[in-house]
């Protein structure tokens, strides 16, 4: 196992004109962690990653790898691998000397060039394709062949950007569960870049959600989804109905929350009887149902004009394909599944 | 395995075709008329005398001539040269434009193609103002009295091939830079992350990956000063006398359309034979660009 350092970014500021990209973030990873970079485009998470990669300089603030500053250190100094979202791999080189690359650099003796050439390609899986033409791959080799050229050098720090946005679905589910898996072989820091939600709480050990140039909540994926500081966070994480304070009844008729709850999507029930009386229960018109295969998803219009998503899992919305819209729906959901959303006006 | 097609969607789709294909007609129509028709006229003529009766002596006569070996050799060396200068000031040029931020590379782009809008008797004549003896640079040079004597600059070689490759350099600069301008900016990053200077860089992504571009400038280059004529005829002063100045004096002087056809006959070999090197040039380095990584 390689040693893996810890990374600090310390108040960056990054401006295009009068846009701010980078709104003085701050961020401490550990040492072998791997943390996710969440966020729509624009939110300054590929900003991010870029300035730690040596391509975008900071206005101001400090990067630190382990204790050594790296501000102002060129990028091919820094020993960090990077996996572009495009593989960014050399055409005109075939695998094994795309992989053989950053080890021809450091002028590595040749055999051992491709010994760890050889190591790092079978790591990927994808021993037996070295002396493949790179424009005879298919997206999912060419990941491969990027992620084993970006680990084949042992750096301390991985950097992803987006790596599986280009992939199909199943192919891009395998390539999370791997690259977790190399993560966790390897012990290398890892910081990875992503819009899609999902990935990011499949894959990380921390997750912290960007927007606007800044980081809105920083925490373990499921803190991150069952316990959102902002509304932004709550509403990016997923399905959530954000509930205006007073809309909301508890089951056992205690005084309701004055504060704006959020409640997933699938927190709810149909049956008060499996939620509990400490849970609440929302009343309403149902205005749409739609059928999804593992769930169903209805859409309540509340009688204060909220509308809310309900979805109910298949195997337990017996009666869901009889519900005609038009007709009054209560949701129940349980008391720890209602999160009450600090500072929040819905 | 082909399913057999409805012969009236198939009908559809050949007069498609057909319509795109004669899209083409009015070119080639000029082209046979301007450039093919002209050829064989040349071929013909080559093998005719002054009196219209068939011969070969006009090729016994032309390629006897030491005159037309050494307007060859200068052909050739002019070529070379002119190549040689434009790719050593051509290729940094198209990097440092690829490479500037777009309007800084606008600009630039102006600058270099700017000389390409100027008549091409305009830019000689100006060439002669600077380089004569009592032209501005060997003024500044004497005047400073870096050199003690005027520098020979025109009238002969040097001032043919300075002219040659202002001439040429916008012409292989452009493919130069549209190759490099194409390369992913993410190469030259993930290069950069892997651990290489800007050196390892260039000799390593951006050189092999432009060598298309420098290819084709160099091809159009070749094309363009194999039979270049102006530019050795105001600048050489007489003493540089490639095959297209051999044929128009043969022309102007001795009206000798024989000889003079046989001499273009030579430079149209010379320049499929060369065509043919670059053909075979690049066919061997597509094949060998599997190398591994040397840095």
């Given at each position: 196992?390689?040693?893996?350092?810890?990374?600090?970014?310390?108040?960056?500021?990054?401006?295009?004109?009068?846009?701010?990209?980078?709104?003085?973030?701050?961020?401490?990873?550990?040492?072998?962690?791997?943390l996710?970079?969440?966020?729509?485009?624009?939110?300054?998470?590929t900003?991010?990653?870029?300035?730690l990669?040596?391509?975008?300089?900071?206005?101001?603030?400090?990067?630190?790898?382990g204790?050594?500053?790296?501000?102002?250190?060129?990028?091919?100094?820094?020993?960090?691998?990077?996996?572009?979202?495009?593989?960014?791999?050399?055409?005109?080189m075939?695998?094994?000397?795309?992989?053989?690359?950053?080890?021809?650099?450091?002028?590595t003796?040749?055999?051992?060039?491709?010994?760890?050439?050889?190591?790092?390609?079978?790591r990927?899986?994808?021993?037996?394709?070295?002396?493949?033409?790179?424009?005879?791959?298919s997206?999912?080799?060419?990941?491969?062949?990027?992620?084993?050229?970006?680990?084949?050098?042992?750096?301390?720090?991985?950097?992803?950007?987006?790596?599986?946005?280009?992939?199909?679905?199943?192919?891009?589910?395998?390539?999370?569960?791997?690259?977790?898996?190399?993560?966790?072989d390897?012990?290398i820091?890892?910081?990875y870049?992503?819009?899609?939600?999902?990935?990011?709480?499949?894959?990380?050990?921390?997750?912290?959600?960007?927007n606007?140039?800044?980081?809105?909540?920083?925490?373990?994926?499921?803190?991150?989804y069952?316990?959102?500081?902002?509304?932004?966070?709550?509403?990016?994480m997923?399905e959530?109905?954000?509930?205006?304070?007073?809309?909301?009844r508890?089951?056992?008729?205690?005084?309701?929350?004055?504060?704006?709850?959020?409640i997933?999507?699938?927190?709810?029930?149909?049956?008060?009887?499996?939620?509990?009386?400490?849970?609440?229960?929302?009343?309403?018109?149902?205005?749409?149902?739609?059928f999804?295969?593992?769930?169903?998803?209805?859409?309540?219009?509340?009688d204060?004009?909220?509308?809310?998503l309900?979805?109910?899992?298949?195997?337990?919305?017996?009666?869901?394909?009889?519900?005609a819209?038009?007709?009054?729906?209560t949701?129940?959901?349980?008391?720890?599944?209602?999160?009450?959303?600090?500072?929040?006006?819905? | 395995?082909t399913?057999?097609?409805?012969?009236?969607?198939?009908a559809?789709?050949?007069?498609?075709?057909?319509?795109?294909?004669?899209?083409s007609?009015?070119?080639?129509?000029?082209?046979?008329?301007?450039?093919?028709?002209?050829?064989?006229?040349?071929?013909?003529?080559?093998?005719?005398?002054t009196g219209?009766?068939?011969?070969?002596?006009?090729?016994?006569?032309?390629?006897?001539?030491?005159?037309?070996?050494s307007?060859?050799?200068?052909?050739?060396?002019?070529?070379f040269?002119?190549?040689?200068?434009?790719?050593?000031?051509?290729?940094?040029?198209?990097?440092?434009?690829?490479?500037?931020?777009?309007?800084?590379?606008?600009?630039?782009?102006?600058?270099?193609?700017?000389?390409?809008?100027?008549?091409?008797?305009?830019?000689?004549?100006?060439?002669?103002?600077?380089?004569?003896?009592?032209?501005?640079?060997?003024?500044?040079?004497?005047?400073?009295?870096?050199?003690?004597?005027?520098?020979?600059?025109?009238?002969?070689?040097?001032?043919?091939?300075?002219?040659?490759?202002?001439?040429?350099?916008?012409?292989?600069?452009?493919?130069?830079?549209?190759?490099?301008?194409?390369?992913?900016?993410?190469?030259?990053?993930?290069?950069?992350?892997?651990?290489?200077?800007?050196?390892?860089?260039?000799?390593?992504?951006?050189?092999?990956?432009?060598?298309?571009?420098?290819?084709?400038?160099?091809?159009?280059?070749?094309?363009?000063?194999?039979?270049?004529?102006?530019?050795?005829?105001?600048?050489?002063?007489?003493?540089?006398?490639?095959?297209?100045?051999?044929?128009?004096?043969?022309?102007?002087?001795?009206?000798?359309?024989?000889?003079?056809?046989?001499?273009?006959?030579?430079?149209?070999?010379?320049?499929?034979?060369?065509?043919?090197?670059?053909?075979?040039?690049?066919?061997?380095?597509?094949?060998?660009?599997?190398?591994?990584?040397?840095?």
């Amino acid at each position: 196992m390689m040693k893996s350092l810890p990374i600090t970014i310390d108040s960056v500021r990054k401006a295009y004109g009068s846009y701010v990209a980078l709104d003085d973030v701050s961020l401490d990873i550990q040492a072998g962690e791997f943390l996710t970079l969440l966020g729509p485009s624009g939110s300054g998470k590929t900003t991010l990653l870029m300035a730690l990669a040596g391509f975008v300089r900071p206005d101001r603030g400090k990067l630190l790898l382990g204790d050594r500053d790296i501000t102002r250190l060129a990028p091919n100094k820094r020993d960090i691998g990077i996996v572009f979202q495009n593989y960014a791999l050399f055409p005109h080189m075939n695998v094994l000397a795309n992989v053989e690359y950053p080890l021809a650099l450091r002028k590595t003796p040749k055999a051992e060039a491709r010994r760890r050439a050889l190591d790092a390609l079978a790591r990927v899986k994808l021993d037996g394709l070295a002396e493949r033409d790179i424009a005879a791959l298919s997206g999912g080799q060419r990941q491969r062949v990027a992620l084993a050229r970006a680990i084949v050098f042992e750096p301390r720090v991985m950097l992803m950007d987006e790596p599986l946005s280009a992939l199909d679905k199943n192919l891009r589910e395998t390539m999370q569960y791997e690259i977790r898996r190399l993560h966790d072989d390897l012990g290398i820091t890892t910081i990875y870049v992503t819009h899609d939600q999902r990935e990011a709480l499949i894959m990380s050990d921390r997750v912290a959600v960007m927007n606007s140039g800044r980081i809105q909540q920083i925490d373990t994926p499921q803190q991150i989804y069952d316990r959102p500081s902002t509304r932004f966070v709550a509403e990016f994480m997923g399905e959530a109905n954000i509930v205006a304070p007073g809309a909301a009844r508890r089951i056992d008729g205690a005084d309701a929350s004055r504060e704006t709850l959020m409640i997933r999507a699938e927190s709810f029930h149909l049956d008060a009887k499996i939620v509990g009386r400490d849970g609440v229960a929302l009343e309403g018109t149902l205005r749409a149902k739609a059928f999804r295969g593992e769930n169903w998803l209805l859409t309540l219009a509340l009688d204060a004009g909220q509308e809310i998503l309900v979805c109910i899992p298949a195997a337990l919305a017996s009666g869901c394909a009889e519900l005609a819209t038009g007709q009054r729906v209560t949701a129940y959901a349980p008391a720890a599944k209602v999160h009450a959303i600090p500072g929040a006006v819905a | 395995m082909t399913v057999l097609a409805d012969p009236a969607l198939a009908a559809d789709a050949r007069r498609e075709r057909r319509f795109f294909l004669s899209l083409s007609l009015p070119a080639l129509f000029i082209v046979g008329l301007a450039a093919i028709l002209p050829i064989l006229w040349i071929i013909r003529q080559s093998f005719l005398t002054t009196g219209g009766e068939y011969t070969v002596g006009n090729y016994e006569k032309v390629l006897s001539s030491g005159l037309t070996w050494s307007a060859l050799v200068t052909t050739v060396e002019l070529s070379f040269g002119t190549l040689a200068f434009c790719i050593l000031l051509g290729t940094p040029l198209a990097l440092a434009l690829a490479s500037a931020r777009p309007r800084v590379a606008n600009l630039l782009m102006a600058f270099v193609m700017l000389p390409l809008w100027t008549s091409i008797l305009v830019r000689t004549y100006g060439w002669l103002v600077l380089l004569r003896r009592e032209g501005l640079i060997n003024a500044a040079l004497t005047g400073s009295g870096l050199t003690a004597e005027p520098l020979p600059l025109v009238y002969n070689f040097t001032g043919t091939l300075i002219g040659m490759v202002h001439y040429m350099l916008p012409l292989f600069l452009l493919p130069v830079y549209a190759a490099m301008r194409d390369i992913d900016a993410n190469l030259v990053r993930a290069s950069a992350s892997m651990g290489a200077t800007l050196g390892q860089t260039i000799r390593t992504v951006i050189l092999p990956l432009s060598t298309g571009g420098i290819f084709s400038g160099s091809l159009i280059v070749f094309i363009y000063t194999i039979g270049f004529f102006i530019t050795p005829a105001v600048l050489g002063g007489g003493k540089v006398n490639p095959l297209s100045i051999r044929i128009e004096r043969t022309l102007s002087t001795f009206q000798d359309w024989g000889s003079a056809s046989v001499l273009g006959i030579l430079l149209l070999v010379l320049m499929a034979l060369i065509g043919v090197m670059f053909l075979a040039a690049r066919r061997l380095m597509a094949r060998n660009k599997f190398g591994t990584a040397h840095a």
